[in-house]
């Protein structure tokens, strides 16, 4: 008789127990950026650091569903300016920001005050420090790859040139921010446009979905396909640095 035990198999973990998870932890990060900056750094001039814990508070939901579940390998997401330590400390929760930079929020040579491209130790894709150019960046992006995309895709005459690249493929660009956003008349002029664009053979979509939960909205561009951003070539799930460059 065998009396060899049978382990039962384990269930699947609950993928939204998991990103709760993660959200707590992001929000205790992001929060710990801020008053690390504001109470234990020692601050001779005694002049606010500030960071906006709020701001932050209300887009830790949202941020951790894109970056851990939503995006794919060539998304780029704008974040509004106040949520910085919301993208630092998914930044390094991903590995992509050394711990060290954790503690130097808002000071001279560290993490920005805002999401910037040149000045940030990490992954940015949008600098979003002047009103309402983070929202309409997006649109921007997606009417770039819009455009190499239809040009790569154009018939090539019949020359001795070597063959085009291969197009980019489909991606999406969103800005996530809040209410100050939709005070710009950026933002308000955008709708418009682009759909006076679309008639010229110009397909970015423009929409905006409010979210009561955290007070944000996202603008969307093209759609997106494609193995998960922070996907390996196999399906697996990996925290893998971008491209350079990005």
């Not at 019949?158 to 921010?177: D, E, F, H, L, Q």
């Not at 929409?207 to 697996?236: E, F, L």
């Amino acid at each position: 008789m065998d009396t060899t035990s049978v382990r039962p198999a384990q269930e699947a973990p609950d993928r939204d127990a998991v990103l709760r998870n993660v959200e707590r932890r992001v929000l205790w990060l992001a929060t710990a950026i801020i008053d690390h900056a504001n109470r234990v750094r020692p601050n001779p001039t005694g002049l606010k650091v500030g960071g906006h814990q709020a701001s932050c508070a209300s887009m830790v939901s949202i941020m951790t569903e894109l970056w851990f579940e939503r995006l794919h390998a060539g998304d780029r997401v704008s974040v509004k300016p106040h949520a910085s330590p919301v993208l630092h400390a998914i930044n390094h929760l991903l590995g992509e920001l050394d711990a060290e930079y954790l503690t130097t929020l808002r000071s001279f040579g560290g993490l920005q005050s805002y999401p910037s491209r040149s000045k940030d130790p990490d992954p940015v894709d949008y600098s979003t420090g002047s009103v309402g150019i983070g929202a309409t960046a997006p649109i921007w992006g997606a009417l770039a790859r819009r455009y190499v995309s239809s040009v790569i895709n154009s018939p090539s005459p019949k020359t001795t040139t070597p063959p085009k690249p291969p197009p980019p493929p489909p991606a999406t660009a969103a800005a996530v921010g809040g209410s100050g956003w939709g005070g710009s008349t950026r933002c308000w002029g955008m709708p418009s446009w682009t759909r006076g664009l679309a008639g010229r053979r110009c397909s970015t979509r423009w929409s905006a979905s409010w979210a009561r939960s955290c007070g944000s909205w996202t603008s969307t561009g093209s759609p997106s396909t494609g193995s998960s951003r922070r996907s390996g070539p196999d399906g697996s799930r990996a925290c893998s640095p971008r491209p350079a460059g990005r």
